[in-house]
T-cell receptor
Framework: LAKTTQPISMDSYEGQEVNITCSHN???????ITWYQQFPSQGPRFIIQ???TKVTNEVASLFIPADRKSSTLSLPRVSLSDTAVYYC?????????????FGTGTRLQVFP | ETGVTQSPTHLIKTRGQQVTLRCSSQ?????VSWYQQALGQGPQFIFQ???????GRGNFPPRFSGLQFPNYSSELNVNALELDDSALYLC????????????FGPGTRLLVL
């Protein structure tokens, strides 16, 4: 089964840029990388998805190196409301479910 | 556009009982996935339904079963409840199978006593 590895926790201060890296050494050719954010007692929320190089939307950027064995979620100028757990998921769209593994995620704590 | 909804929001059952949880998928989505999330853990994949057929299953016993209806809403049934089944049950809908972007509902908090 595909497995991702993320830091268990990270601390930051308001206004700083936060980068969370996910390792996925056995990523397959058809796999995409998707990041989710989860607040306590709520369902995860989609943040961003990418296949290679760089993807940017209104809330985050996703950097994927050429070998695609890792990816970095970048949150610019975090605020207190970004305190949450962030999950990296790697798998094929339109395919089987073997890689629907969320892991334990990265707990981000933002301080004032 | 209506988001993913789940019912009930909270539920208390006793060991050995059976429970049915419900999920309405987002408009235009034909795939529903179910997850179990214990306190402090990440969501654990239970199974996924695509166009009323099961498209994959995680490492859960047969007493966890599901159903998807023609309107793509879904049910999760758990028989012979055990104390360890206490968790947040999440439903997610998507426009395709596998690891397509998933949109989660608020979850159902199940407590088994």
């Amino acid at each position: 089964l595909a497995k991702t590895t993320q830091p268990i926790s990270m601390d930051s201060y308001e206004g700083q840029e936060v980068n969370i890296t996910c390792s996925h050494n056995n990523i397959a050719t058809n796999d995409y990388i998707t990041w989710y954010q989860q607040f306590p007692s709520q369902g995860p929320r989609f943040i961003i998805q990418g296949y290679k190089t760089k993807v940017t939307n209104e809330v985050a950027s996703l950097f994927i190196p050429a070998d695609r064995k890792s990816s970095t979620l970048s949150l610019p100028r975090v605020s207190l409301s970004d305190t949450a757990v962030y999950y990296c998921l790697v798998g094929a769209r339109g395919g089987n479910t073997d890689k629907l593994i969320f892991g334990t995620g990265t707990r981000l704590q933002v301080f004032p | 556009e209506t988001g993913v909804t789940q019912s009930p929001t909270h539920l208390i059952k006793t060991r050995g009982q059976q429970v049915t949880l419900r999920c309405s998928s987002q408009s235009g989505h034909n795939t529903v996935s179910w997850y179990q999330q214990a306190l402090g853990q990440g969501p654990q994949f239970i199974f996924q339904y695509y166009r009323e057929e099961e498209n994959g299953r995680g490492n859960f016993p047969p007493r966890f079963s599901g159903l998807q209806f023609p309107n793509y809403s879904s049910e999760l049934n758990v028989n012979a409840l055990e104390l360890d089944d206490s968790a947040l049950y999440l439903c997610a809908s998507s426009s395709d199978r596998g690891a397509e972007t998933q949109y989660f509902g608020p979850g159902t908090r199940l407590l088994v006593l």
